[in-house]
């Protein structure tokens, strides 16, 4: 039998050959000529890949919580008000990290499975003068997909500037960085990009850096300071080596293969893929008879779906699917831990994966006494795949 089982988390995904081969390679001079055309052209790709044409891009070693730092820590100064729009968990840590730089914070949180809508955000922006509004795009505790598209414009209208996560979105969701009035948009690398974990990569427009070259206090962050940064990534881009800290040199040469994949596929067939995936996932739960976390299909994320275990079945079950064959998560938001798991379906994710996975729940949850159709599931993803 064969040991191997799909990861079908929310991130670490599954990353592709080519992108593991590229890893693999013998790590090089960080300022080697081939690696500083690597770093060059990683940099350039970055706004390909977030749509952000004329953003600056920075990519530096660390996770996604690192991004999340160097976003809020470059453009917050002490006293500045920040509204955080929550969807759950990484809501909660965003809010943590601008408190931590000082500034005021309130959080616009929905129920759990619901983000705010635009009338809720207007409503919040009249009652005081933000400075920064940040989003979760996909929470990764809820697979609630917020609609940034309306909500990023309407902060900004209000002279806000606005920092979306999408760590569980970007390069799988569509996302339209420059297009949607994105001040920051960040994310880590081990989702949608394609990457093993330990990249934090954003870009920032021309206001946000504004706001950090303006800055009356100094960043209270070393590593995170973009003016530590900047001069590197420029340096990279203008094909000149430099250093600050040691880039990541075989997880750039990661990037740059996922990249050049991503980028082949093209990021209107990858958006569109992303949404077919999910939606034939969401099918198959729901001929399951599994109930989704978010209220609707709006608000289902393309990425990750978060499914309740049915009455009857507890949390044991994700150690069955697994064993069944295909790793899925927990919980992850502290309120319903217990009730439910994530399945994520991003980045390399194809049909058969989709399938396979489904099969695996199915199986499993007849293993927890609870039974459907047999196929029901499959032959419910099966009609969405083969729909044109
Ligand atoms: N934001 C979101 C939406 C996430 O899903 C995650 C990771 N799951 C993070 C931030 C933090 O990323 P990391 O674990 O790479 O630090």
């Not at 670490?12 to 081969?21: A, H, I, M, S």
């Not at 500083?36 to 790709?45: A, D, H, Q, V």
């Not at 890949?49 to 996770?63: E, H, K, M, R, W």
């Not at 943590?96 to 983000?115: K, N, P, Q, S």
Request: charged letters at 25%; a negative charge.
């Amino acid at each position: 039998m064969k040991g191997r089982k799909l990861l079908m988390i929310p991130g670490p995904v599954e990353f592709t050959p080519e992108v593991l081969r590229a890893m693999g390679e013998p790590t090089t001079s960080h300022v080697a000529p081939n690696f500083i055309e690597t770093f060059g052209e990683c940099l350039e790709m970055t706004r390909d890949v977030f749509l952000a044409p004329s953003a600056q891009p920075f990519i530096v070693a660390g996770t996604g919580t690192l991004a999340m730092d160097l976003a809020v820590c470059n453009i917050t100064e002490p006293g500045d008000k920040a509204l955080v729009v929550s969807s759950g968990y990484f809501g909660g840590r965003m809010g943590d990290i601008l408190c931590r730089y000082g500034a005021e914070v309130d959080h616009l949180t929905a129920e759990i499975g619901d983000v705010a809508g635009a009338e809720q955000l207007k409503d919040k922006l009249d009652e005081k003068d933000y400075d920064i509004v940040t989003f979760t795009y996909v929470d990764t505790s809820t697979g609630v997909l917020t609609d940034v598209e309306t909500l990023a414009p309407i902060a900004k209208k209000a002279g806000c500037l606005t920092v979306v996560d999408g760590v569980c979105g970007t390069a799988g969701a569509e996302c339209r960085t420059e297009e949607w009035d994105i001040d920051v948009h960040l994310t880590g690398s081990q989702k949608a990009i394609g990457v093993p974990p330990g990249l934090a990569i954003l870009t920032v427009s021309e206001d946000a850096m504004d706001k950090f070259e303006n800055r009356e206090t100094p960043v209270a962050n070393y590593y995170a300071d973009f003016g530590n940064w900047l001069p590197i990534m420029e340096a990279y881009e203008n094909r000149g080596g430099a250093y600050f800290g040691t880039p990541a040199v075989n997880l750039i040469n990661a990037l740059h293969a996922s990249y050049s994949q991503i980028l082949d596929e093209g990021m209107e067939a990858r958006f569109e893929r992303h949404e077919r995936l999910a939606k034939a996932f969401r099918a198959g739960a729901e001929g399951m008879g599994l109930k989704m976390l978010p209220k609707s299909e709006e608000l289902a994320s393309p990425t990750l779906t978060a499914l309740y275990y049915p009455e009857g079945v507890d949390a044991s079950l994700t150690g069955d699917i697994n064993e069944e064959g295909a790793i899925v998560a927990g919980g992850l938001h502290p309120d319903i831990k217990e009730e439910y798991f994530r399945v994520g379906h991003m980045g390399d994710c194809n049909e058969s994966d989709v399938l396979s996975t489904l099969g695996a729940i199915e199986r499993a949850l007849a293993k927890n006494g609870y039974t459907c159709a047999a196929g029901a599931g499959v032959a419910a993803a099966q009609r969405v795949l083969s729909e044109e």
